[in-house]
């Protein structure tokens, strides 16, 4: 039986493209209150609300499983979570958990319907829903009333839903101007649409443009005097294909929008705002760590080491200057930070022959298109920066093969945009002749189709560097089906982040022996698992079904490049595809094999030292029994580090 999650994808842009304009038709991916004492909040205070799916945490199984959100939620200014759900099994089990860990964290909560499930005819069901979480202490409450809203659901009978909580409500639905022509029964209303457009629920065309801010006009139109959510998003990018029955590729024009629109909502000074979303994994709009507890349903294809924790970090003086009623976020910068975002590949780039997409799919929503993402010619190939400073002073970006770009950057929030480079992306800020904050991103901009697909997601880093967390196994589960590739696997490449820019990784590298000696190199910037760009990833077997050894090295031992440690790396000319993978994941690690792998990109082991040494009786990985020694340190290199593909390597020694 599909769950919610998986036929909310599809069906909830059927159900809305009746209301296309500025209704919310970018559908999330799926699925008490700020109290003040007795009396509840007031209408007239500016509070921050999250849009948190329910529907893809079904597993979690005590209220502690909620505790690292709510306390991390609270701590960034965001006031309450909007729990979005549907009408899973699990889905009371859920809010009876949510709403038990806000109240122990001092966090408000509130429901909102999400009509991709929910159908117009469900008054009584929504409003004995809203009586039965209304009284708990973690609900929030508006001006005396229970607040709750909604995903769509336009047409609902609210009268007969106020009849049916049998408490005040106070109701702030996702209603559209245009599907809604009378407000008056609405206490307030969420406008989702938090991306440019063109109306039709697509990235903006020549002649069919609506900015964010034209929605806010729409709404706060429409809506008089009553309050108004302006939602602030800041990416959106989605990509199943056939592989899952909810098939959808578009993306629509992010780039700096999320710097551009914390700064409107400081300027138009909204009663509310809802960030857009906690944890949509599914649209590339999270907000929080990979490693929040969550279902796979598809995305971690493009969702696996591309960590969005520096947006959270930088929207919290913005957070704290909004609801102050700042006009600036100056006042609000407790430190000196650089937050910067890329996608991992230029839109360039050719994945037609292993994308995902390139087959027909289920199109009844009429979201999916084959290939390149629709819309994605409405992005800028950049990397942008922002900087949080307290006092002036010079930025200097370098990305990849690009010439280094030096801009001076105000004291406050200032944002730029460098054009893309592949190789490393280094980020440094000095004042006054001294050197500030310095490093190097964890994740270079890429020419190969990591895992074989168009990935439009964008990485997140931020300096000073803070760890963060990675995928779990629930978290990577579907990231296998439907590749057409096989040298991609369900591992995490940049683990935590435990030792970031600044800070040394150290690896292992193989000897001639099998032993293995200490190296050390700036932070591994290429994946875990990158696929190569031919369609073919397994070896091509000889007559015999041995592919050839190279002949004129050794199967393994080190491999310096002379200017420093490798950093990235490809397998040499003329050997099969299947050395492409190991060769990027060992190389990316200071251990290139000559002859077996080509060194691409070195770094200096500019951070200094520590002492690792690694050690066993025999090799961890070996190459399967229809390959020969070509394969062995490389297997036995790279199934020690937790990467150990079953087209060309086993642990079973």
């Given at each position: ?42 209408a ?18 005590t ?39 806000a ?6 909560v ?12 469900d ?8 009586a ?118 578009w993306?629509?024009p ?18 509310y ?17 990979l ?126 945009k460098?054009?893309?480079?592949v ?42 560097f ?52 200490t ?51 490809t ?17 990316a ?49 790279s ?15």
């Open positions: 039986m599909l769950s919610f999650l998986q036929v909310a994808r599809w069906v909830g842009a059927l159900f809305l493209l009746e209301g296309l304009f500025f209704h919310a038709l970018a559908a999330p991916t799926r699925a008490g209150s700020l109290v003040r004492k007795q009396t509840g909040a007031s007239t205070d500016r509070l921050v609300f999250c849009h948190f799916m329910i529907g893809i945490v079904g597993q979690r199984q209220a502690a499983d909620y505790d690292e959100d709510m306390k991390r939620a609270k701590a960034l200014g965001i006031d309450a979570f909007a729990l979005n759900i549907g009408v899973d099994p699990y889905t009371d089990t859920q809010l009876d958990l949510a709403y038990a860990s109240a122990s964290n001092g966090m408000k509130f429901i909102s319907f999400d009509f991709n499930w929910f159908s117009r005819g008054a009584q069901v929504v409003g004995q829903k809203i039965k979480y209304g009284s708990k202490s973690a609900q929030l409450v508006v001006d005396g009333k229970v607040f709750a809203s909604s995903f769509s659901g336009d047409g609902l009978d609210v009268s007969a839903m106020r009849a049916a909580a049998g408490v005040d409500v106070f109701w702030a639905p996702n209603f559209s101007p245009s599907q809604t022509a009378d407000p008056t029964h609405l206490d307030a209303a969420l406008n989702w649409m938090a991306w440019p457009n063109n109306g039709q629920n697509k990235a903006p065309s020549p002649g069919a443009e609506v900015t964010v801010q034209d929605g806010d006009n729409a709404y706060t139109q429409w809506l008089g005097s009553k309050p108004y959510i302006a939602p602030v998003s800041p990416w959106f990018s989605t990509h199943f294909g056939p592989e899952v029955s909810y098939s959808k590729n993306v629509f992010s780039d700096l929008l999320w710097y551009e629109r914390l700064t409107e909502v400081l300027a138009s000074k909204p009663q705002i809802e960030l857009v979303t906690w944890n949509d994994y599914g649209e590339s709009h999270y907000l929080t760590s490693s929040s507890t969550h279902y796979d349903d598809g995305n971690s294809k493009w969702v696996n080491d591309m960590p969005h924790d520096g947006w959270l970090d930088m929207a919290k003086p913005f957070l704290a200057a909004y609801k102050a009623g700042a006009d600036k976020v100056d006042d609000f910068i407790e430190d000196d930070q650089i937050v910067y975002w890329y996608r991992p590949t230029l839109k360039s780039l050719d994945c037609d022959a292993t994308d995902t997409t390139m087959k027909a799919a289920n199109n009844e929503s009429g979201n999916y298109f084959m290939g390149r993402p629709a819309g994605h010619e409405t992005l800028e190939d950049s990397v942008f920066v922002v900087t949080l400073l307290k006092a002036a002073g010079s930025v200097t970006v370098t990305s990849g093969d690009q010439q280094p770009v030096t801009f001076n950057a105000p004291a406050g929030a200032y944002a730029q460098i054009p893309m480079g190789g490393q992306q280094s980020f440094s800020l000095t004042r006054d002749g001294k050197s500030v904050l310095s490093g190097t991103s964890l994740k270079d901009i890429s020419d190969v189709c990591i895992c074989g697909i168009y990935n439009f997601n964008a990485y997140v880093g931020k300096l000073p803070e760890g963060f967390g990675s995928l779990d196994k629930d978290g990577l589960a579907s990231l296998t089906a439907g590749l057409h590739v096989s040298t991609c696997s369900p591992t995490p490449s940049l683990g935590s982040g435990d030792s970031g820019p600044g800070v040394p990784h150290v690896t292992a590298t193989a000897t001639a022996t099998g032993g293995f000696t190296v050390t190199q700036s932070p591994p910037s290429q994946p875990t698992i990158t696929a190569p760009p031919a369609a073919t990833t397994t070896a091509a077997p000889t007559a015999t079904g041995v592919v050839p050894s190279p002949s004129s090295v050794p199967s393994s031992g080190p491999n310096p490049p002379k200017n420093g440690t490798c950093t990235a790396g397998s040499a000319p003329g050997l099969p595809d299947n050395f492409i993978g190991l060769c990027q994941f060992s190389c690690r200071g251990y290139c094999p000559p002859g077996v792998c080509v060194c691409t990109s070195t770094s200096r082991p500019a951070f200094g030292a520590q002492a690792v040494k690694l050690e066993w009786s025999k090799p961890p990985g070996c190459p399967l029994p229809t390959l020969n020694d070509g394969y062995k340190g490389l297997c036995a290199f199934c020690a580090n937790d990467y150990c593909p079953d087209t060309a390597c086993t642990p079973a020694c």
